[in-house]
């Protein structure tokens, strides 16, 4: 059985159907990624699966529960951490501050300081600037945070969308050398991106949107050597 599995999502913004019959799975351990240009669909489908959006109709299972019926705020404490689009981080608090929001599920103390000093491994820079207010960190700098606090919760699948967005590219690869590190150690990575390239280079599988349908599916590294995928997305 799939960790996560979404079946004939249809969602609206009032009368415009954005999300078309779309299905899809995430298997435990896997890297997926969720292709498409802007306006297909992706934050659609995500802020669907995290509670923030009602699909009009189909189902979306997490380990068995049945997340339409779940209220979003429950929804972290079952396993799942969505780091959103535009990073969103707490501007006025500090790093570590906003680390420790990212942890207001879990109740054991020594395992959220033990979560802690795990974040501040993986990404250096935050443990350096632990007492700066986090609007006044970089972009990458904030993207990381977003990451961090989403770790914080201890998920077993993170939603990430649009990672990479506006950062440099220096800071794109660090971003995503950090995606394969975060699944490397046993967490589930659901990816939404419009660097393509990036994605299917440390994806298992992917899905492309097109118009709020899934227009294309399969093996990450096939498609890198797919036509439709090259010239739509790879810029080739």
């Known amino acids: 059985m799939a960790m996560l599995t979404v079946k004939d999502l249809n969602v609206y913004y009032g009368v415009i159907h954005a999300i078309k019959d779309v299905s899809f799975e995430v298997e435990q351990g896997e890297v997926i990624a969720l ?3 802007n306006g297909a669909g992706k934050t659609t489908i995500l802020h669907t699966i995290t509670g923030l959006l009602t699909p009009k109709s189909g189902s979306i299972e997490f380990e068995g529960t049945d997340l339409v019926k779940t209220p979003a705020h429950k929804i ?3 396993g799942m951490a969505h780091v959103p689009e535009g990073r969103r981080v707490f501007s ?5 501050e906003n680390l ?3 942890a207001y599920t879990r109740k054991d103390k020594n395992e959220i ?7 501040y491994k993986r990404f250096p820079r935050l443990e350096e600037r632990k007492n700066q207010i986090a609007g006044t ?5 904030q993207q990381m945070l977003a990451m961090g606090r989403a770790l914080m919760s201890h998920p077993k699948i993170i939603l990430l969308d649009e990672p990479s967005m506006g950062l440099s590219p220096l800071l794109v690869s660090e971003i995503f050398d950090i995606i394969r590190v975060i699944s490397e150690s046993g ?11 990036k994605s299917l280079e440390i994806a298992d599988r992917a899905y492309v949107l097109e118009t709020g349908s899934i227009a294309l599916s399969g093996k990450a590294s096939d498609m890198m050597n797919d036509p439709k995928v090259k010239s739509a997305y790879l810029g080739e």
């Open 137 to 141: 960190l970089s972009g990458g700098e």
């Open 100 to 102: 420790k929001l990212g």
């Open 76 to 78: 972290v404490s079952l």
């Open 113 to 119: 300081e033990e979560s802690l000093r795990t974040v």
């Open 187 to 197: 967490t589930t990575v659901l990816l939404v991106e419009q660097n393509a390239k």
């Open 92 to 96: 006025q608090l500090s790093v570590y």
């Open 35 to 37: 292709l498409g240009a």
